[in-house]
């Protein structure tokens, strides 16, 4: 079966503390993404990773980290320097070449202390 | 810089009609325009796209229309049932391997 996998579903954590968020993907994609997610806002993207060992920026950045050490694996290191960590996070993963649509895993809710 | 509007406004209609959701976008001028559907606590899944030079697109009871010079797209579900209750969500691409998504219209369904 398919997919992009988070885990996990809820998170808990204490303020301070650097918390990672993992996601895996089987679906041979070259690109992936990481999303934070508001009440009744969009989705604002984090980091993207177009190729393994590679990853970019996106609109806030800061107080998070990533690695793309392998092709199926992107997690997101969640550190103390967010100032507001409390959101549901998604990942996605996406086909290279124009007009692909993304891939989005069931997104991890994390609620800090 | 390039914005996404959807209406916040939740649309509430009756099962058996037709829902239409809007999605505007300024600064842009993209090749192609597509739709997800989101569930809540979910991720969203990919519904449809349409390209620049298509006008509209259909799928099953869903239908995409894309107009350059309004900007605009309208997301069209007929017979609407309680089971299409969710937010739908308008994409753009946002440069490179970017997509730039709108905030999302709820869909309310009522039997």
């Known amino acids: 079966d398919g997919g992009i996998t988070q885990s996990p579903k809820y998170l808990f954590r204490k303020e301070g503390q650097n918390v990672t968020l993992s996601c895996e993907q089987n679906?041979?994609?070259?690109?992936m993404y990481w999303y934070r997610q508001d009440p009744g806002q969009g989705l604002r993207l984090i980091y993207y990773?177009?190729?393994?060992?590679?990853?970019q920026k996106g609109d806030i950045a800061e107080g998070y980290s990533v690695s793309r050490e392998k092709k199926e694996s992107f997690p997101l290191t969640v550190t103390s320097a967010q100032k507001n960590p409390t959101a549901f996070y998604l990942c996605?993963?996406?086909?290279?070449?124009?007009?692909?649509?993304?891939?989005f895993g069931p997104g991890t809710r994390l609620t800090v202390l | 810089s390039q914005k996404i509007e959807q209406n916040s406004e939740a649309l509430n209609i009756q099962e058996g009609k037709t829902a239409t959701l809007t999605c505007n976008y300024t600064n842009y001028s993209p090749a192609y325009l597509q739709w997800y559907r989101q569930d809540p606590g979910r991720g969203p899944v990919f519904l449809l796209l349409?390209?620049?030079?298509?006008k509209e697109k259909r799928k099953e009871r869903l239908k995409v229309t894309f107009d350059t010079t309004l900007k605009q797209s309208l997301f069209h579900i007929t017979a609407s049932q309680p089971a299409d209750s969710a937010t739908y969500l308008c994409a753009l691409p946002g440069g490179g391997f970017k997509t730039i998504f709108g905030a999302g219209t709820r869909l309310f369904v009522k039997a």
């Open positions: 990773s177009q190729i393994v060992n590679d990853f």
């Open positions: 679906l041979n994609h070259d690109a």
């Open positions: 996605a993963s996406r086909d290279s070449g124009p007009y692909n649509e993304q891939f």
């Open positions: 349409i390209r620049e030079n298509e």
